[in-house]
Structures are given as structure tokens and as C-alpha cells.
């Protein structure tokens, strides 16, 4: 009933920028949080950064300074802007949206910073 849609990855050379959507469908009533988690092989999925419905950012330590999430509300959209990557930040990242109870998450998008 409610789709997540991640575009906007792909492969970029250290210190390059790439940005990351996520644009929510279907029955959509109210979206309380809405994130970015990433998981690289042979590792867990690590949260990224979180917004908040009243705007307030939280950030991974490894992320911070250089990753800026924002979401526009009346497009039910999530953001994800990256820049200054390194290659410790390739992994596949995953949209995830909370509303009430549930949580729905992308397809994930697969971001690549070669050295």
C-alpha cells in the first residue's frame, strides 16, 4: 500500500558528490520520521541520518559535515545530499519512512566512491 522509491545513485570517484531521493506513494496519511540506513557487504545496516517531521537532523558521526538530509512534506520526499565522498561510504542505502507503528523501506540504491 505504500511504496518507496530511491533514485539517484551510482558511481563517483572520491571527494565527488552524488544525491539521493526517496519519494513515498500509495496511502499516505501522515510521515512521522523519515531516514537514510546503509548497509556495505559483510556489514550491518548502520543508520545514516534521520529527519524528523519538525525538521531536527540526526547524523551518523562517520557522515556528519558532509551529508545534508531534508525532506519536502507536501511531496512525501526524502533527501539525501552527499558530498566530500570517500570510499568508505560506498554501500547500498536504503530509504526508510515511519508513520504510526509501521515502517516502509526502499528498494535501495547502490552508491559506489571509487579511490
Known amino acids: 500500500q505504500v511504496q518507496l522509491v530511491e533514485s539517484g545513485g551510482g558511481l563517483v570517484q572520491a571527494g565527488g558528490s552524488l544525491r539521493l531521493s526517496c519519494a513515498a506513494s500509495?496511502?499516505?496519511?501522515?510521515?512521522?520520521?523519515m531516514g537514510w540506513y546503509r548497509q556495505a557487504p559483510g556489514k550491518q545496516r548502520e543508520l545514516v541520518a534521520l529527519?524528523?517531521?519538525?525538521?531536527?537532523?540526526k547524523y551518523a558521526d562517520s557522515v556528519k559535515g558532509r551529508f545534508t538530509i531534508s525532506r519536502d512534506n507536501a511531496k512525501n520526499t526524502v533527501y539525501l545530499q552527499m558530498n566530500s565522498l570517500k570510499p568508505e561510504d560506498t554501500a547500498v542505502y536504503y530509504c526508510?519512512?515511519?508513520?504510526?507503528?509501521?515502517?516502509?523501506w526502499g528498494q535501495g540504491t547502490q552508491v559506489t566512491v571509487s579511490s
Open positions: 526508510k519512512v515511519s508513520m504510526g507503528p509501521s515502517e516502509y
Open positions: 500509495g496511502t499516505i496519511f501522515s510521515i512521522d520520521n
Open positions: 529527519i524528523f517531521r519538525s525538521g531536527y537532523r
